[in-house]
């Protein structure tokens, strides 16, 4: 079956550049991912950013959905622990509503950003103790009308937004599966191929088809393109992630050492930080399509999802245009290579 190819934009600014541009380049770059026939494209939660500036995805979907004409517009993702499930599905389902069939809601566990910023976030939130799977569940009832109490998320659409988990790793594919929802594992953060293949082997082997949904695997993956197999190598090879390993155990991958740093400060508690190479899908406008295709029978996903390493415009729209050479068709409303 042809892998379907989409985008993911986290509206990055370049240094000196206002914020405002960066959501400005995304609602352009949605546009032209629209005209090139990329099946979806999706938007992400950072905040306290000044380089990763989307900070609230459903306003900017309501955006994208009326600057676009077919492609399906989503969150990459809602960082559902900040908020009330049944908030997230009535955003949803609003935003299906005025956007009939092509509206996604990707949620994730992170927090988005630096400990301050998620203070700031659950400041005014009612804790009732109720774990990630709990308000997993609970969205997942409110998007299908299906609360047991009788509670429902209104206005109830023709279509509601179709639910995707994000993740990174063996606890995330369970939960998907056993939620029987569609799984995106982000590659670009953690590329460790024994990781991915366990991951994916665990969704599938745990998937509870009860809820009438299939098995779904999106891939999503950072790219970068240059002249040379040379170029590209020597350019990737400059791109690090910071790992932040806690006390507890607990480890959160972020972009940048600065970040890095500030984030175990700002946590209040002892961690240390490690550098690893960044997981990126290198090569000449040749070869990447060719890699991408390749990793997506290896491990035989759905869809591939990318990500331009490049943060400027032009670059991120010449990433678009080469990579639409291995699109071919439409297929009800999908692009298949």
Request: aromatic share 6%; net charge negative.
């Amino acid at each position: 079956m042809p892998v379907k190819l989409s985008v993911l934009d986290r509206s990055p600014v370049m240094k000196g550049e206002d914020s405002v541009l960066g959501i400005l380049n995304t609602v352009k770059l949605a546009q032209r991912a629209d005209e090139l026939g990329f099946h979806r494209f999706w938007v992400a939660e950072h905040h306290g950013s000044d380089i990763l500036v989307g900070s609230s995805p459903e306003v900017l979907i309501s955006h994208l959905t009326a600057q676009t004409r077919r492609i399906r517009i989503g969150s990459g993702g809602v960082m559902l622990q900040h908020y009330s499930p049944y908030k997230v599905a009535e955003n949803f389902n609003l935003l299906s509503v005025l956007a009939p069939g092509r509206v996604d809601l990707g949620i994730g566990r992170g927090p988005g950003g630096l400990p301050l910023s998620t203070r700031a976030l659950q400041a005014a939130v009612i804790s009732e103790s109720i774990s990630f799977t709990e308000k997993v569940e609970q969205l997942d009832q409110y998007l299908r009308s299906q609360d047991d109490d009788g509670l429902r998320a209104e206005p109830v659409p023709s279509i509601p937004a179709a639910l995707y988990m994000l993740g990174t790793g063996e606890s995330s594919a369970k939960l998907a599966a056993e939620q029987g929802i569609p799984y995106v594992y982000a590659h670009f953060i953690n590329g460790d191929a024994e990781l991915l293949q366990n991951s994916l082997a665990v969704y599938r082997s745990k998937f509870n088809a009860s809820k009438g949904r299939r098995p779904e695997l999106i891939l999503a993956v950072s790219v970068l393109f240059a002249e040379s197999e040379e170029e590209a190598e020597r350019q990737a090879e400059e791109h690090v992630n910071y790992k932040v390993i806690f006390e507890s155990g607990k480890t959160l991958s972020i972009y940048s050492l600065e970040l890095a740093q500030k984030l175990g400060e700002q946590a209040k508690e002892p961690f240390r930080i490690n550098a690893v190479p960044a997981s990126i899908i290198y090569g000449t406008k040749e070869t990447v399509l060719i890699k991408i295709e390749a990793i997506s029978q290896l491990h035989n996903v759905d869809e591939v999802m990318i990500l331009p390493t490049a943060h400027a415009l032009e670059q991120r729209m010449q990433t678009y245009e080469w990579l639409s050479a291995g699109i071919v068709h439409h297929v009800d409303g999908g692009v298949t290579k």
